[in-house]
C-alpha cells in the first residue's frame, strides 16, 4: 500500500469504488461503508422516530452526513420492520432506536392463517414509505452529482429465519426449532416471500445494493447441524432469489460470532460479507479456501473495525467487541482499521472497512473520521 | 442411575414430561425437595450451561432444560416454600435495559436465581430506567440485575446505576450486570458490583453481593 493520503481521491467516486469492491476489482483505495445509521442522524441532531416521522429529514439526514464523513455507501431506513408489521405484527417505535416487535403474531399454528403473506410494497403498511425515501435519495443524490449518482444506495432483506423468529418472538423461535422443525421449516418457507417482494420494489425504486442479514443463526444461538439443515438453505434460497430477481450485488452480515460455520456460511451464496465480531485472518482465510473450492463467490469482507483483534474474540476481552468505535481512540480506529486492510487485501480480496454489526450509536466524529483517514491512509492501490 | 441423577440428565436432555414424572417418583420415594432441586435440577441446567459453554449446547437446548426446570419447579415450589426454600436467601429485581428486547438470558437468571433460594421479580426486556428504579423503591431488593445483549443499550447500564443513586437508593442495593457484550471490565468502569459470565455463576456472585449486605 502506498502512503498518499489524498492522492486520486477525488478522481473515483465512493459510487465507483464500492460497487467496484462490491465486484472484486481495485479502484483507488479501500471503501468505507460503516451502515451509517447512527452517524447520519446524529450529526443531523435528530432521533431515529424524527426521521422516521418525517421521511424527507431522513434523506437530508442520509445526504449531509455522507458529504461530512465521506464515507462510501448510504442506506435507506434498512430495518426490521416494514414487511413484518405489513404482516400483521404490532411494533413499537422507541424515540431512538429502530421499531421493535411488540408482541409475537405467531403463537400457534392456528395463528399461521392470522398472517399476511402475500404483500405488495407499494401499498401495505410502511413499505411505501420506505421506497418513498429511496427514490428520493436518489433524486437528491443526481441533482447533487449533476445528473452522476456519485453515492450508492444500500437497502435490507432480512432473511427468512429472521422474519420468522419476528413472528413467533425470539424465544418461542428457539423452542420451535427444538421441538419442532418442521413448523420452522414452514415459518420459512411462507417468510421468504414478504422481504424478497420488498427487496425488489426497493431495487425498482433505486437502490444499488442489498445487505442481507441473519442474527438468530450464529454459534451465540443454534448448532451448526440445526444452522446446515435448517437456516442455511433459506439463507441461501433468499440470496438466490434476490440476486435472481435484481441482479444485485448481495452483502451478507452473519450477526454474532458464527466461528464454527463460516465454510457454510460462504456457500450462501453472497458476493461480499460485512462481518461481526469475528477473528478476521480465520474470516478471510475460510473465504479463500471456500472460493479455491468453488463453493462460493466471496469477492469482499466488509468489517469489522472494533472487533478484528483476536482478543476481542475470546469471551474475556479488555475491550468488549463493537465499542472500540465509541470507547477507544482515533488512532485505535486507524491501527484496527489498517489491521483489517493487511489481512484481506493480503489475501486478494477486497476489503471494505466498517463497524461491527453497525455504525456504533454514539460514536464521535473523531472516530468516525479516522475510518475514513485510515482508508486514506493504507488503503491505495497501487 | 439414581432418581436424582436421572432427574439431572433428562433436565440436561430438556426432556420437559419425563422430568415432571421423575421428579413426582423421587418426591415418592422420600427425597426432599431441596436434594432434588440441587442435585438434579440446578446440576442438570448446570451442565447443560457447561455445555453451551463449550459449544455443545446452544439457546434451544438451554431453552428446553429450562423449561424442564420450570414444569418441575411447579411440583416442587410449595414444598421449597414450606421449608422457607424460596425468598429466604434475598429479593432480586431483573431486567434487560431499555430498548433491548433480548429476555432469553435474564430468563436463565431469573430462574436460577429462584433455585437458589432468592425472590425473584422478572421485570422482562425493554425495561424503562424509570420502571427499574421504581420496582426497587416498592420491592427493596438486595440485587438489580441488568441485561443488555447489544453494544447500543448495554450503555443504558450506567443510566440506571446513576438513576438509583440519584433517587438515593444505591447504597441499598448490589448491581449485577450481564449479557453477550458485558464484561467484567466494563462492569468496573460503570461502577456496577458485579459481573457474571452466564446463569449459573450469577448465582455464586449474586449470593455473595447479598451477604455484603445486612439487611
Known amino acids: 500500500m502506498i502512503y498518499d493520503m489524498y492522492g486520486n481521491t477525488q478522481e473515483v467516486t465512493p459510487y465507483e469504488r464500492m460497487m467496484g469492491s462490491l465486484n472484486g476489482e481495485k479502484t483507488d483505495r479501500v471503501p468505507v461503508n460503516y451502515y451509517p445509521r447512527w452517524a447520519a442522524l446524529e450529526y443531523a441532531g435528530v432521533t431515529f422516530k424524527q426521521a422516521w416521522d418525517n421521511p424527507d429529514l431522513y434523506v437530508k439526514a442520509q445526504i449531509q452526513a455522507q458529504e461530512r464523513f465521506q464515507y462510501d455507501c448510504i442506506i435507506d431506513y434498512d430495518m426490521m420492520g416494514p414487511v413484518e408489521e405489513a404482516m400483521g405484527a404490532k411494533l413499537k417505535y422507541p424515540e431512538n432506536d429502530v421499531p421493535q416487535i411488540a408482541e409475537p403474531l405467531i403463537k400457534t399454528k392456528d395463528d399461521m392463517e392470522k398472517v399476511k403473506w402475500k404483500l405488495d410494497p407499494r401499498k401495505d403498511g410502511n413499505m ?12 437528491e443524490l443526481l441533482k447533487r452529482g449533476r445528473g452522476t449518482q456519485h453515492v450508492p444506495i444500500m437497502t435490507w432483506g432480512s432473511c427468512p429465519s429472521r422474519t420468522a423468529a419476528c413472528l413467533t418472538g425470539f424465544k418461542e423461535w428457539f423452542l420451535i426449532v427444538a421441538r419442532d422443525p418442521d413448523w420452522a421449516v414452514e415459518l420459512m418457507e411462507r417468510a421468504l416471500d414478504g422481504w424478497l417482494q420488498m427487496v425488489v420494489a426497493a431495487w425498482e425504486a433505486g437502490v444499488d445494493c442489498v445487505w442481507v442479514n441473519d442474527p438468530v443463526s450464529s454459534r451465540d444461538c443454534i448448532s451448526r447441524d440445526h444452522y446446515e439443515k435448517l437456516t442455511q438453505p433459506y439463507q441461501r434460497k433468499f440470496i438466490e432469489a434476490i440476486r435472481r430477481e435484481t441482479g444485485m450485488k448481495i452483502t451478507f452480515h452473519p450477526c454474532g460470532n458464527w466461528h464454527d460455520r463460516m465454510d457454510l456460511v460462504y456457500q450462501n451464496q453472497a458476493d461480499s460479507y460485512f462481518l461481526g465480531p469475528m477473528d478476521i485472518e480465520m474470516c478471510t482465510q475460510k473465504a479463500v479456501e471456500t472460493n479455491e473450492k468453488g463453493l462460493s463467490r466471496v469477492t469482499s469482507l466488509n468489517g469489522n473495525v472494533g472487533a478484528a483483534t483476536k482478543s476481542t474474540t475470546d469471551g474475556q476481552t479488555a475491550v468488549p467487541y463493537a465499542t472500540t468505535m465509541k470507547r477507544g481512540k482515533p488512532e485505535d480506529i486507524e491501527k484496527e482499521s489498517k489491521a483489517v486492510i493487511d489481512v484481506v487485501e493480503g489475501a486478494d480480496l477486497r476489503c471494505i472497512l466498517g463497524t461491527n454489526c453497525w455504525d456504533v450509536k454514539g460514536s464521535s466524529f473523531a472516530n468516525r473520521d479516522a475510518m475514513v483517514y485510515a482508508a486514506r491512509k493504507y488503503g491505495q492501490y497501487k | 442411575m439414581s432418581i436424582i441423577e436421572k432427574i439431572r440428565k433428562n433436565v440436561f436432555d430438556g426432556d420437559e414430561n419425563n422430568t415432571v414424572e421423575l421428579v413426582k417418583k423421587a418426591l415418592d420415594e422420600g427425597k426432599t425437595a431441596k436434594e432434588i432441586l440441587d442435585e438434579g435440577l440446578v446440576a442438570g441446567l448446570r451442565d447443560c450451561g457447561s455445555g453451551f459453554e463449550k459449544g455443545e449446547k446452544f439457546i434451544p437446548e438451554m431453552l428446553l432444560s429450562s423449561e424442564s426446570m420450570k414444569v418441575a419447579m411447579v411440583v416442587l415450589r410449595p414444598l421449597l416454600l414450606e421449608g422457607s426454600g424460596i425468598g429466604g436467601t434475598g429479593r432480586a429485581v431483573l431486567a434487560t435495559v431499555e430498548g433491548d428486547v433480548h429476555d432469553i438470558g435474564l430468563e436463565l437468571v431469573g430462574t436460577m436465581l429462584e433455585t437458589a433460594g432468592f425472590e425473584v421479580r422478572n421485570m422482562g ?3 424503562a430506567t424509570e420502571d427499574i428504579v421504581e420496582a426497587v423503591k416498592e420491592d427493596k431488593p438486595h440485587i438489580v440485575g441488568l441485561s443488555a445483549l447489544l453494544s447500543n443499550t448495554m450503555d443504558v447500564m450506567p443510566d ?15 448491581v449485577m450486570v450481564g449479557g453477550a457484550p458485558v464484561k467484567q471490565d466494563f462492569a468496573d468502569e460503570i461502577g456496577a458490583d458485579g459481573w457474571a459470565y452466564d446463569a449459573a455463576s450469577a448465582v455464586p456472585k449474586a449470593k455473595e453481593l447479598r451477604a455484603q449486605l445486612s439487611d
Open chain 2, 125 to 127: 426486556p425493554d425495561v
Open chain 1, 128 to 139: 411505501p414509505k420506505v421506497l418513498y425515501v429511496i427514490r428520493r435519495l436518489k433524486e
Open chain 2, 160 to 174: 440506571v446505576i446513576e438513576a438509583l443513586a440519584d433517587a438515593g437508593l444505591r447504597d441499598s442495593v448490589k
